[in-house]
């Protein structure tokens, strides 16, 4: 986790260790996670599966925990797209738990999800990789 490092990991540093997985990025402490659930079984940050069928319905859970007050902007991510599958908003006064559920339609292929958070906090998560 890169909390309050003032600038000093690299963000070289950052991206790859987003890339090997299971990890959760935050500037001040934050808490995002991201959960897949699909027919069958739950998946977590990190995660790769493989065995998916196109068209699976893909329930994803997205947690923020905030530990800075201020605007948040969620966005859930899936590679090859250009923009978010999905973004959500959490309030100003925001200082708690904050859940969002979205159901996906898997395209097939090999896709990755994650997410992102701006606002009064930076967060991103590893991506969860879902293959058919």
Same mark, same amino acid.
């Given at each position: ?7 000093? *990991? ?6 790859? *260790? ?115």
């Amino acid at each position: 986790t890169w909390i309050d490092t003032g600038g000093s *990991a690299s963000p070289e540093t950052i991206n790859q *260790a987003l890339r090997q997985g299971r990890t959760i990025a935050s500037r001040f402490g934050g808490l995002a996670t991201l959960a897949i659930t699909a027919d069958d079984g739950s998946y977590r940050v990190g995660d790769i599966v493989q065995g998916i069928p196109p068209g699976t319905k893909l329930e994803m859970e997205i947690t923020l925990q905030a530990v800075v007050q201020g605007e948040y902007q969620l966005a859930l991510y899936q590679s090859g797209l250009d923009k978010p599958l999905h973004q959500f908003e959490a309030g100003a006064a925001y200082d708690g738990t904050k859940v969002n559920e979205v159901e996906v339609e898997f395209t097939g292929g090999q896709q990755c999800y994650y997410l992102v958070v701006t606002g009064a906090d930076f967060i991103c998560t590893s991506p969860i990789y879902i293959g058919q």
